[in-house]
Every structure is written in C-alpha cells, then in structure tokens.
C-alpha cells in the first residue's frame, strides 16, 4: 500500500465510450502524474499537475482530458480512444516536483479499448 | 537529463546478491542515479537514490564509481519477491521539473 489508489483497477470500453479514470493520494504530497505503460513499452510520463496546475503535457492527443480539482484527487478523462490506448495507466505523487522528490505509484488502471 | 543503459535481463540464485549495472556515462554535475523497480502489473516502487557516495537503505546498496559514469544496485539478499524489472535513472537533483524517464530497465529474475 503506497498511499496512492486508482479506481477503477480494469476498465473495457469501446470507441465510442466515455470514462474517467480516478487517482487519490493519501500522503499530503502536492504533485501528481499520469503515465501510460503500452505492452513491452517502458512508461511514458503523460501530464504533470503541481498544486493543481498542469505543469505539462507531454504530447499527449486531446482524447485524454485530465482534472485536477485538489492536490489529493487527479482524474483522467477518456473519450473516443484507439485500441492502440489500451495500457496500464498509472498514477504517482509526490511532495513537489523537483527531481528529489521520490514518486509513489498508485497500482494502475487496466484499460482496454475495443 | 543523462542517458542510462541496462542489461535486458538477468538472473539470481535465491538468497544470494543480485547485483545490477547501469551505466551513465554522460551524467552532469548535478544529476543524481535513482532507481526504481516494477513487480509484474504493478506501479513502479523507489528504491534508493545517490550523487556519488554509496548509499544504503533497508532495501538495497547502491555503489557509485568514483568518476560517477556507472552504478550497481545491490539486493543483499534476493528473494523470489525481487523478481521485477528494475528501473536506473538519472535525474536533476532539485531541478524545477524532476521527470522521471523510464527506460526498459533490466528484468531480475530470481530462481529458487
């Protein structure tokens, strides 16, 4: 148990879907992430809130929407996606942003889109 | 921030050291090793982290050469719970955006 959970833990859903996917950090910790780990790829750091701001979006297509209402609650909201987007999505936080700042990981949220 | 390379894949006798390299020969000044590691259909767990001396932890040692270009975790230990891909990065030590970049990392697998 980190401190870090996800809900839900597996989602299926078609094209032409809409879900969220819902992260919230019991440690105090002001920074929170999503990552997106496709099959036999390595993570990929997908957005960055720090005080409930988006410090960065890494690129990453409209279809993925994320909320951040309070430093403790971050959303991800999911709308039109590709089976290619069907991954392992995980959530982290931390005390800040700064590269001492040890992540903890929530254990993910498996989705696959049909 | 510094590239790192890691064997794709080793093995471990359980009970006895797992030893894992990285190398990260372009590392700066400021940049500190860390490594993380991923049970199967986990999130990713810290580890422990260093600039240039070795540290140790409850979990692991990390040995930093002296001209800091390569590292090696050490698992004292190893047990069947430490098979996991095992994550070295190399971040800025109080930069103002911390990201880590993962790699493929290097599979452990530990036999009995």
């Known amino acids: 148990e980190t401190g870090v959970t996800q809900t839900p833990r597996h989602l299926v859903m078609g094209m032409t879907n809409k879900k969220s996917l819902k992260c919230e950090q019991h440690?105090?910790?002001?920074?929170m992430y999503w990552y997106k780990q496709s099959a036999k790829k390595p993570l990929e750091l997908m957005f960055v809130?720090?005080?409930?701001?988006?410090?960065e979006n890494n690129s990453v297509p409209s279809r993925f929407s994320p909320e951040c209402p309070n430093s403790s609650h971050l959303f991800l909201h999911l709308h039109t996606l590709q089976p290619e987007d069907s991954a392992l999505y995980l959530c982290?936080?931390?005390?800040?942003?700064?590269?001492?700042?040890?992540?903890?990981f929530g254990p993910g949220t498996r989705l696959t889109v049909l | 921030d510094a590239k790192t390379t890691q064997p794709t894949s080793m093995d471990c006798a359980e009970g006895r050291a797992a030893n894992l390299p990285c190398n990260h020969s372009?590392?700066?000044?400021?940049?500190?090793v860390y490594w993380y590691r991923q049970i199967h259909s986990q999130g990713p767990q810290y580890i422990i982290h260093?600039?240039?001396n070795n540290e140790t932890n409850e979990m692991a040692s990390l040995i930093i050469t002296e001209d800091r270009k390569s590292s090696t975790l050490i698992l004292p230990h190893a047990t069947l719970r430490d098979t996991a891909v095992y994550y070295c990065?190399?971040?800025?030590?109080?930069?103002?955006?911390?990201?880590?970049?993962f790699g493929k990392g290097t599979k452990l697998s530990v036999k009995p």
């Open positions: 990065i190399v971040i800025v030590y109080g930069g103002s955006q911390g990201n880590l970049i």
């Open positions: 982290a936080s931390s005390q800040g942003t700064s590269g001492y700042n040890e992540q903890f």
């Open positions: 372009t590392i700066s000044g400021n940049e500190y």
């Open positions: 260093g600039l240039k």
């Open positions: 440690l105090g910790h002001n920074a």
């Open positions: 809130y720090n005080f409930k701001e988006q410090t």
